[in-house]
């Protein structure tokens, strides 16, 4: 169907294909259809959701609406370790800033950026829900807290692969 490199390698090109193939305007397979292909490619690139729309015979808004529907999906790729740094109240008042700071420097990424080599993602939220370890950060849902800028270079330096 496709040898579009803009997806990703050509083995998860020829898989994909063989995917839309084998579903080939069959509506009622969409959970599967994204499932799948979210595991091939790790998260649903755009063009892998207008090819779906085209296979299955569905309007890419209604595959947009179950994509952001169910929380299972990302149509952004995810770095090995993603960080979420609380920017709420508590958080925010007790230095979530610095802490924030500390950790982009030493990645040398904005929010929202992943590192070159994949490992790391920072994003922020509004609250973590564990305000008593204020400022605190997840890395892959794991939680730290009470940080200050100088704890992150050795919690980050803990990730070796």
Do not use: H
């Amino acid at each position: 169907m496709c040898n579009c490199e803009r997806l990703g390698t050509k083995e998860q090109v020829e898989k994909f294909d063989s995917l839309l193939a084998e579903n080939k305007g069959n509506r009622g397979n969409i959970m599967e259809v994204l499932q799948k292909t979210q595991g091939i490619f790790g998260f649903l690139p755009e063009l892998s959701v207008k090819m779906i729309s085209e296979s299955l015979g569905m309007p890419e808004s209604e595959i947009y609406g179950i994509i952001t529907f169910y929380s299972q999906f990302t149509l952004t790729p995810k770095a090995k370790y993603n960080i979420d740094v609380c920017l709420g109240t508590a958080c925010f008042v007790l230095g979530a800033q610095a802490v924030m700071d500390r950790i982009l420097e030493k990645l040398g990424v904005e929010v929202g950026q992943m590192t070159s080599d994949g490992k790391w993602i920072v994003t922020s939220c509004r609250c973590l829900g564990c305000c008593g370890l204020a400022p605190a950060i997840t890395i892959n849902g794991e939680v730290y807290g009470k940080l200050k800028p100088e704890d992150v270079d050795k919690i980050l330096d803990s990730y070796v692969d």
